[in-house]
């Protein structure tokens, strides 16, 4: 069988789709060796961005930009037209980052991240707002079979589009097995020392976006500073759209020389911040998944996070649930964590297994079962 797997994601450096992309495709290779598999990507190509393992792999390449590529896609759905010629021959095309070509010759998989769009308009800038409401009905329907990545993401999107719920097959994403406990205690008072200034601090990665809800994370500091607590705040985590008011709510509240924006951070640094934190907290208002709480329990924080989307289904009981628009309740739980060594000891046992269910190596051996009934259909 070949299969053509959209990494373009992965080349233009997005960071929780590219992750999801580079992951699973990392394991398909390494799982099916009787595949034969193409990257397919689209505007501009950064061969550096893929890992090592994929780079010798073939590919194909529409050298048109995202937006261009985009409305060329969604026009080719509203008119009936086939975009075969643009990919190579393939039994099989898996598109990974909500945009799918229509395609007479292949079978198609289409993943589903989330339906942010739908619950939050007003968190997308209006362009992209506008694609998605129009073409997102099209590649649902187009598609052979749905991967969504949790149960939460398949009940939005039977919710919204009245699809079958047989199409849509749950497949968790994974953690990387690198992402483990760090006990070294030099190695957490380097992290310390690099990120936080030598002070205590609470930590947040992903994306600076609205819907990561920060400037609540920012107002739960500055009660915890009220309270007396010495802590920073670190958020890891580059600008995403619509980001000024998260660095202006900073300065409107006179935190922000409590605050560290440290950008991107190397994976090989994410294990000793996580051991280094005295709490990781993460009060998103909406996600398809949730990587990065998932990440801070595999590597030992104890975690606090928001009782909303599939973050319960992600973090089980591994985790301290919180309304995310309750700040005093944030604080509340974030404090009592920060306070009780006996309490913290037990989130880390519990995180560090929970994490243990969600690997690559099943998310690619499930992905391989999808494919396999998608092709045995006429």
Same mark, same amino acid.
């Given at each position: ?11 233009? %450096? ?37 890992? !090592? ?5 073939? @590919?194909?390449?529409? +050298? ?9 896609? #969604? ?25 799918? !070509? ?7 998989? /289409? ?18 707002? #506008? ?33 079958? +719920? ?25 992290? @310390? ?7 205590? /601090? ?19 500091? %500055? ?6 607590? !010495?802590? %920073? ?7 995403? #759209? ?8 900073? %300065? ?30 993460? +009060? ?75 690997? #690559? ?11 396999? @009934? ?5």
């Amino acid at each position: 069988m070949h299969i053509a797997v959209d990494v373009s994601s992965v080349v233009h %450096r997005k960071a929780g789709l590219g992750r999801y992309a580079a992951a699973l495709v990392e394991q398909l290779v390494t799982q099916d060796k009787a595949g034969r598999y193409t990257l397919f990507t689209h505007g501009r190509f950064d061969a550096d961005a893929l890992p !090592p393992a994929l780079r010798a792999l073939p @590919r194909s390449h529409v +050298p048109l930009d995202p937006r261009p590529w985009r409305m060329g896609v #969604w026009l080719a759905h509203a008119l009936g037209v086939s975009l075969d010629r643009a990919l190579p021959r393939v039994d099989l095309f898996h598109a990974t980052e909500h945009l799918l !070509p229509p395609l007479k010759n292949a079978k198609t998989v /289409f993943t589903l991240h989330d339906l942010i769009f739908q619950f939050f308009p007003e968190y997308h800038l209006p362009l992209n707002r #506008w694609f998605l409401v129009n073409a997102m009905p099209h590649f649902l329907r187009r598609a052979d079979a749905i991967i969504a990545v949790s149960e939460c993401t398949k009940r939005d999107a039977i919710y919204f589009y009245n699809l079958p +719920p047989e199409k849509i097959t749950v497949i968790y994403e994974g953690v990387n097995p690198a992402l483990r406990p760090v006990d070294a205690p030099e190695l957490i008072d380097q992290a @310390r020392v690099r990120y936080a200034h030598g002070q205590p /601090f609470i930590f947040f990665l992903g994306t600076i976006e609205p819907r990561k809800n920060i400037p609540t994370l920012i107002d739960t500091l %500055r009660v915890l500073r009220a309270r007396g607590l !010495p802590h %920073r705040l670190l958020i890891a985590g580059r600008k995403g #759209w619509l980001y000024r008011g998260v660095f202006e709510h900073a %300065r409107a509240t006179g935190m922000e020389n409590e605050i560290d924006f440290l950008d991107y951070v190397p994976d090989a640094d994410l294990p000793a911040l996580f051991a280094a934190c005295d709490a990781f907290v993460f +009060p998103s208002l909406y996600e398809g998944f949730g990587l990065p709480p998932l990440e801070a329990l595999a590597c030992g924080a104890p975690v606090v996070c928001s009782n909303t989307s599939s973050l319960p289904e992600v973090v089980g009981d591994a985790a301290v649930l919180v309304d995310p628009r309750d700040v005093g309740e944030i604080a509340a739980a974030t404090e009592c964590v920060i306070g009780d060594p006996s309490r913290r000891a037990e989130l880390r046992a519990r995180g560090i297994a929970q994490a243990a269910q969600f690997s #690559w190596e099943r998310a690619a051996r499930e992905t391989l079962q999808v494919y396999g @009934r998608v092709m045995a259909t006429q």
